[in-house]
């Protein structure tokens, strides 16, 4: 994909996502939701439960097929196509540090995968002398060590060593988009401030457009250029810049109180701070 300038790398029209349409379980998820992601943006997403955040990732990310509208990546018309098409140009992490990696493969074998992945129906998964020094590298800007233990089993690893090598993985052919769904949250807080960074500075070394999904308040703040509340769907508040650096929790605090009626507050993980 020739990502043509000028363009946008993400552009989402009128994007609307329903789920069990027609039961009693329907549920509009996304509802016309429109906007766009400049190349070089970082963008935290934030929302109440059910807001929708991780029903737009996935639509971005092909999981799932839109009902309306459409989603341009790099200027690409992607709405129709398949997840693993997109995954060449996209590194997604997850919530579940279990879910990046394979738990049974050495680390250099889960390299080999994300490095090669994106490049055709090759499977040779073979590690290469040269292939090793690259990754030793990659792992070495951790700082967790793990560049001795290439042939350990991932299994073996923590969550937060898990979840940092899945942040390299995702990112190793620098993807056109990085989308992060809530991927410090099952971390102890001490190993969440630490994937943080990593991902800060992967994202400023790198130079890559990312968009973080986050309860936490004060990560929603203190990262990124740009932030995103979402409610019902929606997009309901997108600032950036120095408005973005002028924001406070009491600010979002106060934003959100006033789409609740201000009494349902506490039981919400939004809350986090
Ligand atoms: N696969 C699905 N099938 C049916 N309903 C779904 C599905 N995925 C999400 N939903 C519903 O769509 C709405 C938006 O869910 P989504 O998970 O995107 O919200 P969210 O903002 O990520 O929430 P949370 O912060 O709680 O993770 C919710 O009402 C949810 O129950």
Not at 16 to 42: H, P, Q
Not at 257 to 267: M, N, Q, T, V, Y
Request: proline letters at 2%; a positive charge; aromatic letters at 6%.
């Amino acid at each position: 994909m020739n990502e043509q300038k000028g363009w946008n790398v993400l552009e989402i029209s009128n994007l609307t996502k329903i789920f069990n349409r027609g039961s009693i379980n329907e549920v509009t998820a996304i509802r016309s939701l429109s906007c766009f992601v400049n190349k070089g943006d970082f963008v935290t997403v934030i929302g109440s439960n059910g807001a929708g955040k991780s029903t737009l990732l996935n639509l971005v990310a092909g999981t799932y097929l839109p009902d309306e509208g459409s989603i341009r990546l790099g200027g690409h018309d992607v709405t129709f196509w398949p997840e693993h098409k997109r995954a060449a140009y996209i590194g997604r992490v997850f919530q579940n540090p279990l879910s990046g990696t394979c738990a049974s493969m050495s680390i250099e074998e889960n390299f080999a995968m994300a490095s090669r992945r994106g490049l055709g129906v090759s499977l040779k998964w073979g590690v290469t002398r040269r292939d090793r020094e690259f990754f030793k590298e990659k792992l070495r800007l951790l700082g967790l060590g793990l560049e001795h233990r290439l042939r350990d089993k991932v299994g073996l690893l923590s969550g937060g060593q898990r979840q940092s090598l899945t942040l390299l993985m995702a990112t190793l052919r620098r993807p056109r988009l990085l989308l992060l769904d809530e991927h410090t949250a099952a971390l102890d807080p001490r190993t969440a401030q630490q994937v943080l960074q990593l991902t800060e500075e992967i994202i400023r070394e790198m130079e890559l457009t990312a968009v973080m999904v986050t309860h936490n308040m004060r990560h929603a703040l203190e990262l990124g250029n740009r932030l995103i509340m979402m409610h019902h769907g929606r997009i309901i508040l997108d600032v950036a810049g120095e408005k973005k650096k002028a924001l406070s929790v009491q600010d979002l605090l106060h934003e959100f109180s006033k789409l609740r009626g201000g009494d349902e507050i506490a039981d919400d993980k939004m809350l986090l701070i």
